[in-house]
């Protein structure tokens, strides 16, 4: 069972890596380029908006967690819990 679940767990991590974290990591490298602010370019202008504070560095954070960390989750490197969660199994 626990095969089966890491299965889907790496699936949902290459998935979320391809699907939105090339995106993010695109505009960023493309402002980069361009010589744009960071923080008027993706996710920032956005979180900015809301309120939040720090945009940059959230939004920066945002894209890690959604090409880097979930590419790495779809590796491997992230495995969860070797043993059942629940103390009676």
Same mark, same amino acid.
């Given at each position: 069972?626990?095969?089966?679940?890491?299965? /889907?767990?790496?699936?949902? +991590? &290459?998935? =979320?890596?391809?699907?939105?974290?090339?995106?993010k990591i695109g505009w960023y490298a493309? @402002?980069?380029?361009?010589?744009?602010?960071?923080?008027?370019?993706?996710?920032?202008? /956005?979180?900015?908006?809301? +309120? &939040?504070? =720090?945009?940059?560095?959230?939004?920066?954070?945002?894209?890690?967690?959604?090409?880097? @960390?979930?590419?790495?989750?779809?590796?491997?490197?992230?495995?969860?819990?070797?043993?059942p969660a629940s103390p009676w199994e």
């Amino acid at each position: 069972m626990i095969d089966t679940e890491l299965l /889907l767990l790496r699936t949902a +991590g &290459f998935l =979320l890596a391809f699907t939105f974290g090339i995106q993010k990591i695109g505009w960023y490298a493309t @402002a980069f380029h361009a010589g744009k602010p960071l923080s008027s370019i993706g996710l920032a202008p /956005l979180i900015a908006h809301v +309120g &939040f504070p =720090l945009p940059v560095i959230l939004a920066l954070w945002i894209m890690l967690n959604e090409s880097i @960390a979930a590419f790495f989750i779809g590796l491997g490197f992230y495995r969860g819990s070797q043993r059942p969660a629940s103390p009676w199994e």
